[in-house]
């Protein structure tokens, strides 16, 4: 049996857990970049590839209409490091980052269509856009977008919808769920 003390280092030459001053990052003599914050895995060093990663969804109703709007995605799967809050993800590491969202949605007429859209900084960036071919109820459909970008530290992502153009109607339905509507932004390398 093996045991460490808990007043050594650890064998990687990582610093000592973390207990006080919020997300930190180390890069050890290999080049291997690790973060830490207190709380999160007892302040142990981690890989960013392996724990920097968030997936939230939006389970609750909601509306499209043909004024953007960032959509508040309300739930969790994971997001160890609280980097979601309210309507927007915030950077904590200088590095590339993969962002992937979808938004479903319930067209009743022909030709609605619905535009996902990723911002950087309140900034649109990446624009994905689906019309419908449509006739009436019952066809839901899903607008995914995927990018890659170089994020500073508070660098914020967030997913912006809106209908271009919505046939007359006031709105579209949104489909709310873990497999319609979501934003997952993770950790790719360093720049």
Not at 55 to 79: C, E, H, Q
Not at 108 to 125: D, E, P
Not at 128 to 149: E, F, R
């Amino acid at each position: 049996m093996r045991f460490q003390s808990t007043n050594v280092q650890p064998i990687a030459g990582l610093p000592l857990p973390v207990t006080s001053g919020g997300f930190q990052s180390f890069i050890d003599a290999n080049g291997d970049v690790w973060i830490a914050k207190p709380g999160i895995y007892g302040g142990n060093w981690k890989r960013p590839l392996d724990v920097l990663k968030t997936r939230v969804y939006r389970n609750a109703a909601f509306t499209i209409t043909g004024t953007a709007a960032t959509l508040n995605f309300d739930s969790p799967v994971f997001d160890n490091y609280s980097l979601y809050t309210t309507n927007l993800w915030t950077c904590p590491l200088a590095a590339l980052y993969r962002i992937y969202s979808q938004i479903g949605y319930l067209p009743t007429l022909s030709g609605q269509s619905l535009s996902t859209r990723l911002y950087k900084n309140g900034v649109n960036t990446t624009l994905g856009q689906h019309d419908s071919a449509a006739t009436g109820a019952g066809w839901a459909s899903i607008v995914p977008v995927y990018d890659i970008w170089a994020l500073a530290v508070n660098d914020t992502v967030s997913t912006v919808v809106a209908s271009p153009n919505l046939g007359g109607a006031g709105s579209l339905t949104g489909q709310p769920g873990s497999g319609w509507s979501y934003l997952i932004v993770e950790y790719a390398g360093t720049l």
